[in-house]
């Protein structure tokens, strides 16, 4: 009689199922698969997917690369924060650490671009805005991810991973330009 | 000789140690809730950005505090009366080795205090998660361990029940489905500690310096083990839940036992997968292994959640229209008791939970959307619809039925609890319905000010963001205030309530001398025979149209906003 007591039937399992419970399922399970099968073919067909393109590496050796891209393609200044404007195409560095992004970044509209990111010390989010493209930040990985900025403007980098009690001050930026 | 008392108004059967456990378990996760419920005043009036209450650093301790007592303390403490009842009560069983489930209580207590010292010490504002390196002290992480090892302890006395209940022949043929459910979720509870101490003891170790190095993102893998699959602990929980009060409230049976059950085993297989959910958008994962384990296979398990949100209201509706609520497609729900907590409470947890929390929950954990969602406020405002507005609000419901039932107690201020679940349930609708709507606009979670100030480079959200935050924020007190109406109801009735029958007073009423020696008996309890077969009906129609017409309706905004997401999603810089 209810769902508290043992079912009336020993042998339950043979119990046949109403139709409209079949047809929910067969329904619920279609949708599920579709579901399922929109993500390989996002990959196929959808321009937005995360690469799995990282390779391990340490604070020290990520901020030589970063200091090294720095000193070549730097042009300016903001707010004591380098700004640097890399070659198309070029491998792009961006470091997180208490509490800053580093350096901030020129970049070109429709042009793509390697951009690396790791973090100095904790967990940091690149929380980027307001396109709004979120990455975690870890220590220790290099994430390596094509990039083709497609919008000319400015962009706030948030930091959306909490790091500490500055972590509202942790705001980089990158420039898009045509 | 194990002593038991019947409840005359319900029927049940409680065994005396039982007894004892559920009230002490269910009282202690009621005061990690006001103390939850507390905090989140914190949280709301800091986050709403006009009045930006308190300062950073008390900020991030109080939402760690936030979190964890509401997410673990609360419901774990809950469950664990949960799964007493499910075995000893339903199957009118004395329960395995009362001692062990003490000394696993205990053990959960001083876990959930130690771990509460540490974080308003303020040397551990981590948050629940405590990503490493960030490092929290070492009382923290030995907090957690602690309660964690007492929760193993008393889901064992629990499946020890399931066995002496069998060995014992307390009951006829198979277990009742809410048993059936309350093992599910004890068996992803089992997965989820075990988790939990592969990474935390040595997290725990690292603390004190035994061990140098934590990789964090192995921390991250492992902890989300833990950390999501807890919560699903939570969702067989309260599906559970929902089957007893239907059963309870409208004599409801199950729609096919096998379809209900087939579902729960679902959750068995693939529930616990999800961790992914957390690491879609980290460095160096496999794209095969996130898309596979973020979809619980194959969404089996949101197939799983979808019959369960079928088949709960849809016995409902099977029930009332036996009794004559037949007019039209929706007469029976019209007519449900929507004066009464206990079905309100259930009924706004099944709908938020499934139109909300699912949803969102499965827009969010798509592989390639969780990039314009990942640790934005969407985030906590989709598991407030799961945990709060859906496993939360479904507890809440139980607790008015537990009250007469297990307390003898008669509920003090009715009309309070009339309205409880209205203004809670729609207060925390609010808050969620606005922070997913600021979370889209990027606005970040665990974050002091979105103002920035004091940061050297300037970015300003949408103004519109801010109001949604506000009234977001409005929401969420009203949704406060419902829950101060719960605490209000449950304690004062505890407190105050006319007595149902001789009973010890109240602070007797939980360590072990509740009610009158007189009303316990060593007789042991009749058998458990199973449900009384009823002539089925067998019509080529749906039995229950009704529920199918909602279920067409889920169904569609599901479809429509799970594109309208990758509509969104396409906007963004082309990355690969």
């Known amino acids: ?178 | 000789m194990a002593e038991f008392r019947e409840c005359p108004d319900s029927g049940f059967y409680f065994h005396k140690s039982a007894e004892s456990l559920m009230k002490i378990n269910a009282v202690t996760g009621v005061v990690a809730l006001l103390v939850a419920g507390l905090l989140a005043i914190g949280v709301i009036l800091t986050r709403w950005q006009e009045v930006h209450w308190l300062p950073a650093d008390k900020f991030y301790m109080v939402l760690t505090g936030h979190g964890i007592n509401a997410l673990i303390f609360w419901i774990i403490f809950f469950e664990m009366a949960i799964l007493h009842f499910a075995a000893s009560t339903l199957l009118r069983c004395r329960l395995a080795t009362p001692r062990w489930a003490w000394a696993g209580y205990f053990l959960m207590l001083i876990g959930a205090i130690m771990n509460n010292v540490a974080v308003f010490s303020g040397n551990s504002s981590v948050m629940m998660t405590s990503y490493v390196p960030m490092q929290a002290e070492p009382h923290f992480y030995l907090g957690l361990i602690l309660f964690a090892v007492g929760a193993l302890i008393q889901v064992f006395v629990f499946f020890g029940t399931l066995v002496v209940a069998q060995q014992e022949k307390t009951y006829e043929g198979s277990v009742p489905l809410v048993t059936f459910g309350a093992i599910t979720a004890a068996i992803i509870a089992v997965f989820t500690i075990a988790s939990g101490a592969i990474i935390l003891i040595p997290t725990f170790l690292w603390s004190i310096g035994y061990i140098s190095h934590i990789d964090a993102e192995m921390y991250r893998v492992i902890w989300w083990g833990l950390g999501h699959s807890s919560q699903q602990i939570n969702v067989s929980a309260h599906v559970s839940v929902w089957y007893l009060l239907a059963g309870i409230l409208f004599g409801a049976k199950p729609m096919s036992e096998k379809v209900s059950r087939f579902a729960f085993l679902l959750y068995i297989f693939f529930l616990q997968l999800a961790s992914a959910h957390h690491i879609l958008v980290d460095p160096g994962i496999s794209t095969e292994w996130k898309i596979f384990n973020t979809s619980y296979a194959m969404y089996l398990a949101v197939l799983a959640s979808m019959i369960h949100g079928l088949t709960v209201p849809g016995a409902i509706e099977v029930a009332q229209r036996k009794k004559g609520l037949t007019k039209g497609l929706y007469e029976w729900l019209r007519k449900a008791p929507w004066g009464n907590p206990v079905f309100s409470g259930m009924f706004i947890s099944l709908v938020t939970f499934g139109f909300i929390g699912g949803i969102t929950g499965v827009v969010m954990g798509t592989e390639q959307i969780n990039l314009i969602i990942h640790n934005t406020i969407y985030v906590p405002a989709h598991f407030h619809a799961t945990v709060v507005t859906g496993t939360t609000l479904a507890f809440m419901a139980l607790t008015y039925l537990l009250i007469p039932v297990l307390f003898r107690r008669q509920m003090i201020l009715p009309w309070v609890a009339k309205m409880q679940p209205y203004v809670f349930g729609g207060g925390m609708t609010i808050m969620i319905l606005f922070m997913l709507g600021a979370g889209t606009l990027g606005v970040s979670r665990r974050h002091w000010d979105m103002d920035f100030a004091g940061a050297l480079m300037a970015f300003e959200y949408p103004a519109i963001a801010y109001t949604l935050m506000a009234v977001g924020a409005i929401g969420g007190l009203l949704g406060i205030l419902g829950g101060g109406m719960y605490l209000l109801v449950t304690v004062g009735s505890l407190l105050f309530g006319k007595k149902l029958e001789p009973s010890a007073g109240f602070l007797e009423s939980f360590v072990g001398k509740a009610l009158d020696p007189s009303v316990y008996s060593v007789k042991k309890p009749d058998l458990l025979a199973m449900a009384p077969k009823e002539e089925e009906e067998h019509t080529s129609g749906f039995e229950a149209p009704g529920t199918f017409g909602l279920a067409m309706l889920l169904l569609v905004t599901f479809v429509v906003y799970y594109f309208i997401n990758w509509k969104y999603l396409a906007s963004v810089w082309p990355l690969g």
Not at chain 1, 138 to 159: H, N, Q, S
Request: charged share 20%; proline share 7%; with cysteine.
């Open chain 1, 1 to 178: 009689m209810t769902s508290f007591l043992p079912p009336a039937e020993r042998i339950w399992w043979k119990v046949p199922v109403g139709r409209q419970e079949l047809i929910w399922i067969a329904i619920a399970l279609t949708w599920c698969i579709i579901m399922f099968l929109m993500m390989p073919i996002w990959h196929v067909y959808g321009k937005q997917n995360l690469s799995t393109e990282a390779y391990q590496t340490t604070p020290a050796k990520f901020g030589a690369k970063v200091e090294e891209m720095v000193s070549q393609y730097k042009v300016g200044e903001e707010a004591g924060v380098p700004i640097v404007e890399p070659p198309v195409g070029s491998d792009v560095y961006m470091l997180g650490r208490l509490w800053q992004w580093y350096p901030v970044l020129k970049l070109k509209k429709d042009q793509e671009y390697r951009l690396h990111l790791s973090s100095m010390d904790w967990q940091h989010g690149w929380s980027l805005q307001p396109d709004n493209i979120n990455l975690q930040i870890v220590p220790g990985y290099d994430m390596v991810l094509k990039i083709t900025p497609d919008k000319a403007g400015e962009y706030g980098v948030v930091c959306n991973e909490y790091c500490g009690i500055g972590h509202h001050t942790m705001v980089g930026k990158i420039y898009v330009e045509e």
